[in-house]
């Protein structure tokens, strides 16, 4: 009786064993969460990127994360477009300026604090914080701070005896040396030209173009002056004229240096330091009679969250990848400058990452004092190409100055915002 | 030969038989597993290759309307001719020239904005650009954008092609505005993953999109390679030089479809696993029966342990097992024993089951004594010892019978019964003459009953109910003799 029950298990195991072999395959799909994500950049931070956003799906198999990329210029008007229509994308990164003109009241994106048992906030101070605040609601977080900051190379500059600038006249006369070669002692584009000039007048002058709470500072006057000397930048050859402005200049020795965001620096830099030339980070220029800094600060980006986006909890999880993971932290570097999450920061520290042209800027920037923070007003991409504008008719001498300051005078009236 | 050495011959034989039986039980497992095997991998593969056909057509589909949606959205500059006749002739830009221009940038940036575009914008001859040409693409095109794309033209009014920079290598569409002026719009060949939809979330289907050398332009993420590589080489010797074919086989379904301008879509699914076995058959087939019969053997030995351990516990003292003056099984151990013999005999064996009893064993212990009537058991113990001896049980019941269980196995069924038969008539002769008392003045008379195993019955009980219905009938008969159980015994019911 014993073996015949023996028998019978024998058979129901090879039963057991035969139906295994006649399993049923089954193939899921369309069970994943999905996110959009949104982000502007060069090639490099869009391959970095992509593979941080695979690393965050190989980590949580069940998200689906769609991606929408692009270069700045483009990108801006298309986010004009989807805030629009009110079709961005759940997670955003997004400039400085954007969050004001996006959500001026704190509404237009989520609460970042109602979400933080998924993104961890201690890892920035309330200073840090505080860039993305309106109105008591934390609309983003900043992932880095960034500058408008001088690269020259300084083996183009030895090569003609000259010490690297400090003030605005050291470019002068640097230009006078240079000029009959060809060669520009630095390289302005339409965002630089703007801020630097900004910065020569507010140094002059000791009034801030906007303060803080986004009133504007500057009269008429203020304007005349700041054309005027974009100007005399021009017409004394310390750069070439905006519609000019061949990226290649600074990599093909045109030009001898270049003012960029630090973000940008490898961008910039990297080609000619692997070609063996030596690029340094110049001092923030000043007149000798400074009244006040001039140069700002801003956030590289923040990140937001759409304010009704239908997955708040992965979407924050994904945003505290974005700003606090190992993961990230070793894909981006320091791409976007150091940033600011403390746990990043450690990687990085602990990876021997806190290196190269885009370090040197960022430390510069955190050591240098009077360094403040950016007016999102100046940050206004319709002021700026006023600016643009007026700078590419008076380069053309199509107009008087008044005229084009009255211009750009009535467009900066339109960029104020009330804090 | 005793006890010990009988049963463990038994357990041998036993052991010996259920390998072989496990054996021939795992090959034909491992057929039927194979043949299973081999069915699903047939219908999977042909599966896969509709699956794969599908998903290429929808691709095709797809993607002509991606390129054909780009190349209609190139007809928006020719809206305002003040921009499709602009032809600055430099060196440098004159004012108007940059107002026009600027113009044509916003006008641009405005029109690509609807979609994902990477670049939308002209190049001019002399060198300058309009609308949205990225720093990413000038890094790529390298040097005058103008030269190069009048190369990548090459006189042909209209042109795509690929400029390969890893993941965000983009797709560019050409056309001639003018004799000074071309037109080039960009997207990131990632885009042709939101283009494909649901597709691209079937885990299992790969897909490759190549230019005209080999170069991958785009592939999903499910494959090691990424754009710019050189699409797997396997791939390229499957076609064989061919073109729009579905191909199947055990590695792998594959479909590809050429597009006009020279790209060719790779669908694939590649065999997840069982296809493998049809290749590897004979291994697999051994592997299979090893490892059936591995778990056979485990399965069998956890029975069999847990069979024994919860067998009742015997007594330890080993006197107990025989009735110290027959020398036979006592009661307990004698239907032990013999359940123990039954349950390990072999199939297709013959044994014979008989219980002897004294005639009027009652009245001689009540006439002549305890002890007349146990030197007369002793005496009958003696002679069944003798006749049946060898691997067979003799013992004694509760009723001062004497049983036997003896084995007369045989490949012949017929000879098994004579042998039994003629055994039991030679021991009947032995029983004739049984002298006791002291002066062996007592003869005893004997009667038996038996049965065939398993022939009546398959268990000590049914057994020993047959036997008693035989010997109640050897009773009623005369007294003696030896009665063979018949069926229709069974109407004369059994005393017990």
Not at chain 1, 312 to 320: I, M, N
Not at chain 1, 345 to 356: D, F, I, P, T
Not at chain 2, 242 to 247: E, F, G, H
Not at chain 2, 276 to 293: C, D, K, Q, W
Request: charged share 25%; proline share 3%.
């Amino acid at each position: 009786m014993k073996l015949r029950k023996a028998l019978l298990s024998l058979l129901l195991a090879s039963a057991i064993g035969l139906s295994a072999c006649g399993g049923t395959d089954i193939m899921e799909f369309g069970k994943t969460e999905e996110i959009s994500f949104s982000w502007w950049g060069k090639d490099v931070r869009h391959s970095y990127t992509i593979d941080a956003v695979h690393m965050f799906t190989n980590m949580n198999p069940d998200v689906n994360v769609l991606m929408e990329y692009g270069e700045f210029d483009a990108f801006q008007k298309r986010m004009d477009v989807m805030f629009a229509a009110h079709n961005e994308c759940d997670v955003m990164q997004i400039n400085y300026d954007w969050l004001f003109r996006f959500s001026p009241d704190g509404t237009g994106f989520y609460d970042l604090n109602e979400l933080s048992d998924y993104i961890d906030l201690s890892n920035f101070t309330e200073d840090q914080l505080s860039y993305g605040m309106i109105n008591g609601r934390l609309n983003g977080i900043s992932n880095a701070l960034n500058t408008q900051t001088c690269y020259y190379n300084k083996s183009l500059y030895d090569k003609y005896g000259l010490e690297l600038p400090k003030t605005w006249d050291d470019l002068f006369e640097a230009a006078k040396v240079m000029s009959p070669d060809g060669v520009y002692p630095t390289e302005l584009n339409r965002k630089a030209a703007w801020m630097m000039c900004i910065a020569y007048v507010e140094q002059a002058t000791g009034i801030r173009c906007f303060d803080q709470k986004g009133k504007l500072g500057f009269k008429q006057d203020q304007f005349r002056m700041l054309l005027t000397f974009y100007k005399r930048l021009v017409d004394e050859k310390v750069t070439k004229a905006i519609s000019e402005i061949d990226k290649t200049d600074f990599e093909n020795g045109i030009s001898a240096g270049a003012v960029c965001w630090i973000s940008d620096a490898g961008y910039y830099c990297d080609p000619l330091i692997e070609k063996g030339m030596d690029i340094v980070v110049g001092e923030y220029l000043q007149r000798p009679d400074s009244l006040i800094m001039g140069w700002y600060a801003k956030p590289t980006s923040l990140y937001c969250i759409k304010r009704d986006v239908e997955n708040p909890e992965t979407a924050a999880k994904f945003v505290d990848f974005l700003l606090n993971s190992e993961e990230m932290a070793g894909a981006q570097g320091i791409e976007k400058g150091i940033p600011l999450s403390k746990s990043m920061l450690e990687v990085l520290e602990s990876n021997g990452m806190l290196k190269g042209i885009q370090n040197t800027a960022s430390q510069k920037m955190i050591s240098t004092k009077g360094i403040e923070r950016v007016s999102p007003c100046l940050e206004n991409n319709t002021l700026v190409s006023a600016f643009d504008s007026a700078a590419k008719t008076i380069e053309f001498e199509k107009t008087d100055l008044d005229a084009e300051a009255e211009k750009l005078f009535e467009a900066a009236k339109a960029s104020e915002l009330n804090i | 030969m005793n006890d010990h050495q009988e049963t463990g011959r038994l357990i041998s034989m036993r052991n010996t038989i259920i390998v072989i039986y496990t054996l021939i039980a795992s090959a034909v497992f491992a057929a039927t597993c194979i043949y299973f095997i081999n069915s699903k991998n047939r219908a999977l593969q042909a599966q896969s290759e509709n699956f794969t056909t599908i998903a290429a057509q929808q691709w095709i589909r797809n993607l002509d309307f991606f390129c054909d949606n780009i190349e209609q959205t190139s007809s928006i500059i020719f809206e305002t001719p003040e921009f499709s006749s602009f032809s600055p002739k430099g060196p440098a830009l004159t004012a108007e020239e940059v107002e026009i221009t600027d113009r044509i940038t916003r006008f641009m940036t405005s029109a690509s904005y609807m979609n994902d575009y990477c670049d939308f914008g002209m190049a001019y001859s002399t060198g300058g650009t309009a609308g949205v040409i990225t720093d990413g693409t000038r890094d790529l095109i390298g040097g005058n954008i103008y030269s190069k794309c009048k190369d990548l033209l090459n006189g042909r009014d209209k042109a795509w092609t690929v400029l390969f920079s890893g993941k965000v290598s983009r797709i560019c569409f050409l056309k001639r505005i003018n004799s000074d002026a071309i037109f080039l719009s960009s997207v990131y060949t990632t885009s042709l993953g939101n283009i494909s939809g649901s597709m691209s979330g079937f885990p299992n289907l790969s897909m490759y999109i190549t230019n005209e050398n080999n170069r991958i332009i785009y592939c999903t993420d499910n494959v090691k390679e990424k754009p710019g590589d050189i699409i797997p080489s396997e791939l390229i010797q499957k076609l064989d030089g061919k073109s729009n074919v579905t191909i199947g086989d055990s590695e792998i379904a594959l479909c590809t479809f050429d597009l006009d301008n020279g790209w060719r879509i790779y669908d694939l699914v590649r065999s997840a696993n069982a296809s493998r076995f049809i290749r590897m058959g004979p291994e697999i087939f051994i592997v299979i029966v090893g490892v059936s019969m591995l778990l056979a053997f485990i399965v069998i030995g956890i029975i069999i342990g847990a069979a024994y351990s919860s067998r009742p516990k015997t007594p330890k003292v080993d006197s107990n097992k025989y009735d110290p003056e027959l020398n036979v099984l006592t009661p307990y151990y004698c239907e032990e024993k013999i359940s123990d013999m039954i349950e390990i005999s072999l199939i297709g064996g013959t044994w014979a089951f008989a219980i002897f009893k004294i005639v009027g064993y009652e009245m001689i212990t009540e006439r002549l004594g305890n002890e007349f009537s146990k030197q007369s058991l002793v005496k009958l113990s003696d002679i069944l010892k003798e006749h049946f001896a060898g691997d067979n049980a003799v013992g004694i019941n509760e009723d001062n019978e004497l049983v036997v269980f003896c084995d007369y196995s045989d490949y012949d069924i017929f000879k098994a019964h004579n042998d039994i038969r003629n055994s039991f008539e030679q021991l009947e002769k032995k029983l004739e003459n049984i002298l006791v008392g002291e002066n062996e003045d007592y003869r005893l008379d004997v009667a038996a009953g038996v049965c065939i195993y398993p022939d009546h019955g398959n268990t000590f009980d049914q057994l020993e109910f047959k036997a008693a219905s035989a010997l109640e009938k050897a009773l009623e008969n005369g007294g003696k003799g030896i009665v063979f159980y018949e069926t229709s015994h069974k109407a004369g019911g059994a005393k017990r």
